[in-house]
């Protein structure tokens, strides 16, 4: 069967090598790279342990350092599969959603057209430079200059004029022998309303020539001069070569640039791209006047796996950004994804060039934002969530968001950045203006305490040694069991605590608690260091939360907590009314006060009283930890029995 010409290329262009491949190996992921393409894994054509089967995913090309087996996707499906050539194709076109050519004789005819078309297409480029040039071009020349553009930079990308001539470029392609077919299926000329000639498509425009990745050209953009034309810029019309939604601009050398190790940068048009090129950011591309489609994305994704958008700063250019994390949320996978550099508002890449020159450009690439912060502006800003609805309607379209990701792995890490940022604007204590912060991922230290206060747990809290404790057996309790966080969340955002370092882990807690134990232990000593963690483990009255380490004692855990928050509740609730009754005492004590009183102090005996109740069924042992006191009898008899049935007793 005979493929025609470009149907490899473009197929090669549409897969990604590693994909490919990694059905039938597992990589190596300490010497991978996956954000260069750069893969490594045992040989699957061999027998070997050691990974010396390396693929590079951005050329597209493997290589054996043990059997020398080498290839591309092609020879790897034929060799992989035990296929011929034809059906590895097949099998890679169907993967790369691209129809297989035909069984017929036309087909060589249809590439020998695509080839005449390209060549007409040459013809326009060269007469619109040349146009440039003349008198007509003046105008566009002093445009161009405005703007800064050199004449070598003109050169590179050979920007063009089209003269404000009905028939300019129609009569120069005639001219020169083709057919008026060609020229109409190019598009490069309209055919008349009125029954006359056909005009040219462009007219008193800068014209910017559109090339594939192969370098061919097969469209034009043009910038209209008259500041009263209603399109300022227009683009070619979908011609058997030209699909817009499949092309995107500057394509071929931002690949070779970004092979080189330059971030891929994503502009709004034309001159923003070749503003950025001329400025050194050499893998600069732009759509095609629309959105970015899902097929752009992915042609994205094949150049780099983090492609940076920089759309202009206005209202225009944000919301285009929010359409690209909508279109790219149910695209997402390892290794592929986007970030956002946010223009200054009103200002595109040209301009911010133009001001204040590379250097801005490179601060903000450097700060550019991940999607999900993109996600979460859109959805906070300028919005306030002061009712339980607000926040239920905010909670509820960002699940809906997060339930588009289609990859498990990146929809759960998603799941906890967003609550993260939502921790951060809804927690309560977050406007205290002696609250713990949290910034660029770190807590504050914690105040470093006197020498005088750290010999004695009791002298440290003063009159409120017990409120102390049980904070201290609380934190040590969810530290062990983990998995009680969520059960307890609301009412650990309500715990206030007495020491500050108390406040730090409960915040921490909450935070991280869904990441599991070791994950939890981690960050507490990552942003408070081990001193903390050690000491509140060590404390003797903590024993029983040390205990709880298997997931069938979890039950032990709710229970520990359950009882002890409800104390804290209780004791602080006869603190505040005691607190209040004190400032009203200069006035005459009515029954209302004592009333208040009693209802506390009732409320606090009530949950003291379990605690009385749970001394009269447990004993304490000397580590702390709580035994039943009928099975220690049980145990105590069944040891005097051992004792006393021993021979020669």
């Not at 807590?443 to 020498?451: G, S, V």
């Amino acid at each position: 069967m005979s493929l025609p010409p470009g149907f490899l290329e473009e197929l090669q262009t549409r897969i990604s090598l590693s994909q490919v491949v990694g059905r039938k190996v597992m990589w190596d992921t300490r010497k991978s790279n996956q954000g260069k393409g750069d893969m490594w894994a045992p040989c699957p054509f061999h027998q070997e342990k050691s990974a010396s089967f390396h693929v590079d995913d951005r050329k597209g090309f493997y290589y054996c350092f043990g059997c020398h087996a080498k290839g591309d996707a092609i020879s790897f499906v034929r060799e992989s599969e035990n296929v011929d050539f034809i059906e590895a194709v097949k099998i890679l076109a169907a993967e790369a959603g691209m129809q297989m050519p035909e069984r017929d004789p036309q087909a060589q005819a249809k590439a020998d057209r695509r080839t005449e078309l390209v060549a007409v297409m040459d013809l326009a480029v060269k007469f619109f430079g040349l146009q440039l040039r003349t008198g007509a071009g003046a105008a566009a020349r002093d445009y161009l200059g405005g703007r800064k553009l050199s004449e070598e930079t003109q050169a590179r990308f050979e920007i063009g004029f089209a003269p404000d001539a009905w028939q300019g470029l129609w009569d120069h392609l005639t001219a020169k022998g083709v057919s008026e077919e060609m020229i109409m299926a190019c598009g490069l000329a309209k055919a008349s309303q009125k029954g006359g000639k056909p005009y040219d498509t462009f007219r008193n425009r800068i014209m910017f020539p559109i090339r594939d990745a192969r370098g061919r050209c097969i469209a034009f953009g043009g910038r209209a001069m008259d500041p009263n034309d209603n399109a300022k810029y227009l683009n070619s019309p979908q011609t058997e070569l030209f699909d817009k939604s499949h092309s995107l601009y500057n394509h071929g050398p931002a690949r070779e640039a970004a092979g080189k190790g330059q971030p891929l940068i994503v502009a709004e048009g034309y001159m923003d791209v070749i503003a950025l090129v001329a400025a050194g950011f050499g893998a600069a591309v732009a759509p095609l006047g629309t959105a970015v489609t899902e097929h752009q994305l992915q042609m994205l994704w094949r150049v780099a796996p983090e492609p940076i958008i920089a759309l202009d700063g206005d209202k225009a250019g944000l919301n285009a950004a929010y359409r690209v994390v909508d279109l790219a949320l149910p695209l997402l996978e390892a290794g592929k994804s986007l970030r956002f550099a946010l223009m200054p508002e009103g200002k595109d890449p040209d301009d911010l060039l133009r001001a204040e020159g590379p250097g801005a450009v490179q601060a903000l690439l450097d700060k550019a934002l991940p999607m999900v912060q993109v996600l979460w502006q859109r959805e906070t800003d300028g919005r306030d969530f002061d009712s339980p609805e607000r926040k239920a309607a905010f909670d509820k379209v960002l699940r809906e968001k997060i339930k588009l990701i289609r990859d498990p792995s990146i929809r759960g890490h998603y799941g906890q950045a967003i609550k993260d940022l939502r921790w951060q604007l809804f927690n309560p204590r977050r406007s205290a203006p002696n609250a713990p912060r949290f910034k660029a991922g770190k807590w504050p230290p914690p105040p470093t305490a006197r020498a005088s206060t750290k010999s004695s747990l009791l002298v440290a809290s003063g009159d409120h040694a017990q409120t102390h404790m049980r904070e201290a057996v609380i934190l040590a309790t969810l530290i062990s069991c983990p998995s009680e966080v969520e059960a307890f969340e609301q009412r650990l955002e309500r715990m206030e605590c007495l020491d500050p370092t108390h406040a730090r882990l409960r915040d921490l807690i909450l935070r991280h608690g869904v990441s599991g134990q070791e994950a939890l232990k981690a960050q507490i000593e990552g942003d408070l260091g081990p001193e903390p963690l050690e000491k509140l483990m060590a404390l003797p009255h903590v024993a029983i939360a040390a205990s709880v380490r298997n997931p069938g004692e979890a039950e032990i855990a709710s229970m520990t907590l359950s009882e002890e928050l409800t104390k804290l509740e209780a004791q602080r609730g006869l603190s505040a009314e005691v607190s209040e009754a004190s400032e009203d005492i200069d006035g005459l004590a009515d029954e209302a006060m004592t009333w208040r009183l009693g209802q506390a102090a009732e409320a606090r005996n009530r949950a003291v009283r379990s605690e009385q109740e749970d001394r009269a069924e447990y004993d304490l042992g000397e580590n702390g930890a709580r035994i039943k006191r009928d099975e220690k009898e049980q145990f105590d008899e069944l040891l005097g029995k051992i004792t006393f049935s021993k021979p020669g007793r």
